[in-house]
């Protein structure tokens, strides 16, 4: 059963960068995902990646600034994410799930099981 640590998050401000990552336990032949969710809303698919690497989907609100990407040998997931704004302000978190579909699905919270505790981002203007 997948295992999921959150780190990296921190305040910056408009325009500035973080790195979010994952240590991901169990989790070499599943695919990952990364969602966010500000007070009061729903909880926002970010971005996911295939169990090899090679797949990757983008949410239209942040292609573009924001990009996922692994690391199969040390299980990491990370989230890059650049040109911050206050809107990107959540607490994001790293989901895994066993299949690898369409970005419907892939950035649907619903369709992801094992989730992790999350790590807040709060950008200042």
């Known amino acids: 059963q997948p295992q999921l640590v959150e780190s990296g998050g921190g305040s910056v401000q408009t325009g500035g960068s973080l790195r979010l990552s994952c240590l991901a336990s169990g989790t070499t032949l599943h695919s990952m995902a990364w969602f966010r969710q500000a007070p009061g809303s729903d909880r926002e698919g970010v971005a996911a990646?295939?169990?090899?690497?090679?797949?990757?989907f983008h949410a239209e609100s942040i292609k573009g600034r924001f990009t996922i990407s692994r690391d199969l040998y040390k299980n990491m997931i990370y989230l890059d994410m650049d040109n911050l704004t206050p809107a990107d302000t959540a607490m994001y978190y790293c989901?895994?799930?066993?299949?690898?579909?369409?970005?419907?699905?892939?950035?649907?919270?619903?369709?992801?099981?094992?989730w992790g505790q999350g790590t807040q981002v709060t950008v200042s203007s």
């Open positions: 989901a895994a799930r066993d299949m690898w579909t369409t970005i419907d699905i892939m950035l649907n919270p619903q369709k992801y099981p094992w």
């Open positions: 990646i295939s169990p090899g690497g090679i797949a990757k």
